[in-house]
Nanobody
Framework: VQLQASGGGLVQAGGSLRLSCAASARTFGSSVMGWFRQAPGKEREFVSA????????HYADSVKGRFTISKDNAKNTVYLQMNSLKPEDTAVYYC???????????????WGQGTLVTVSS
């Protein structure tokens, strides 16, 4: 399984970015996809996840109402639209793939490389 994340960059507070993650696995259409992030000096934390058919989503409280996760099974790609970005959103963002329930404790089976998001104040 290969997960290739892209879309990170530098943005001012209040701005927007859209992350993308392209997956190579044929199981993409039947799996949960999600995003985690790791800020400097902190542990990696859950951000968001989406069910296999896109019908269910789950967000960490810290991003609820600002971030939107979506999934295009035809393109084997998951997206994270990030609006109203804050300096505390600065982190390396990782996409992930797996199965199970959509909760903050979701534990993926596969991880992609990270993409850095920096939000300036």
């Amino acid at each position: 399984v290969q997960l290739q994340a892209s879309g990170g960059g530098l943005v001012q507070a209040g701005g927007s970015l859209r992350l993308s993650c392209a997956a190579s696995a044929r199981t993409f259409g039947s799996s949960v996809m999600g995003w985690f992030r790791q800020a400097p000096g902190k542990e990696r934390e859950f951000v968001s996840a989406i069910s296999w058919n896109g019908g269910s989503t789950h967000y960490a409280d810290s991003v609820k109402g600002r971030f939107t996760i979506s999934k295009d099974n035809a393109k084997n790609t998951v997206y994270l639209q990030m609006n109203s970005l804050k300096p505390e959103d600065t982190a390396v963002y990782y996409c992930a793939q797996g199965w199970g329930y959509l909760t903050d404790g979701w534990s993926p089976d596969y991880w992609g490389q990270g993409t850095l998001v920096t939000v300036s104040s």
